[in-house]
T-cell receptor
Framework: AQSVTQLGSHVSVSEGALVLLRCNYS??????LFWYVQYPNQGLQLLLK??????LVKGINGFEAEFKKSETSFHLTKPSAHMSDAAEYFC?????????FGTGTKLQVIP | NAGVTQTPKFQVLKTGQSMTLQCAQD?????MSWYRQDPGMGLRLIHY???????DQGEVPNGYNVSRSTTEDFPLRLLSAAPSQTSVYFC????????????FGSGTQLSVL
């Protein structure tokens, strides 16, 4: 069965610092992997997705993620955090007809 | 283009009451799903549907029923509400393929007293 593990339920970074949100997955087949962002009192929006093309995936708002099969990881990064990046981030894996989400990481950006 | 529309946005129920959460999408998506979101637990799949007339269970289906009589609508029914069903519920849809993103509704905040 597929699963997703997000390390760190809360991450704090200073404005302008590197953002690194960790995601590890397990899947019995080559996975489709996603990162979604949730702003307060809203639904989830897609940041980026990996679908077996390039291993480095670029998304919206300057975020990117690298698929590493050997490490079963799909970590999300952004070189320089903005205040507007404060939100909750979810990693997800899609296999068969089910999409499984991680438990989420709340990102705090400190001025 | 309205996307995925959920109603109501807020609901308070008493233990034992029943209700239906509505979800409609206008994108002709084959796939629709219901999630519940609880603090520290992320989103957990309740039920999903790959097309009209086809539904299946997700991770946490107990206490919930669904049906899919049309492509557009996928209502979620709580048969006898329990406090453990207090949560935020999201409906999501996508085209049929698993490599496509999910489109989410704005959520229903449900409290069961």
């Amino acid at each position: 069965a597929q699963s997703v593990t997000q390390l760190g339920s809360h991450v704090s970074v200073s404005e302008g610092a590197l953002v690194l949100l960790r995601c590890n997955y397990s899947s019995s087949v080559p996975p489709y992997l996603f990162w979604y962002v949730q702003y307060p009192n809203q639904g989830l929006q897609l940041l980026l997705k990996y679908t077996s093309a390039a291993t480095l995936v670029k998304g919206i708002n300057g975020f990117e993620a690298e698929f590493k099969k050997s490490e079963t990881s799909f970590h999300l990064t952004k070189p320089s955090a903005h205040m507007s990046d404060a939100a909750e981030y979810f990693c997800a894996v899609s296999e068969s007809q089910k999409v499984t989400f991680g438990t989420g990481t709340k990102l705090q950006v400190i001025p | 283009n309205a996307g995925v529309t959920q109603t109501p946005k807020f609901q308070v129920l008493k233990t034992g009451q029943s209700m239906t959460l509505q979800c409609a999408q206008d994108m002709n998506h084959e796939y629709m799903s219901w999630y519940r979101q609880d603090p520290g637990m992320g989103l957990r799949l309740i039920h999903y549907s790959v097309g009209a007339g086809i539904t299946d269970q997700g991770e946490v289906p107990n206490g919930y029923n669904v049906s899919r009589s049309t492509t557009e609508d996928f209502p979620l029914r709580l048969l006898s509400a329990a406090p453990s069903q207090t949560s935020v519920y999201f409906c999501a849809s996508r085209p049929g393929q698993g490599n496509e993103k999910l489109f989410f509704g704005s959520g229903t905040q449900l409290s069961v007293l």
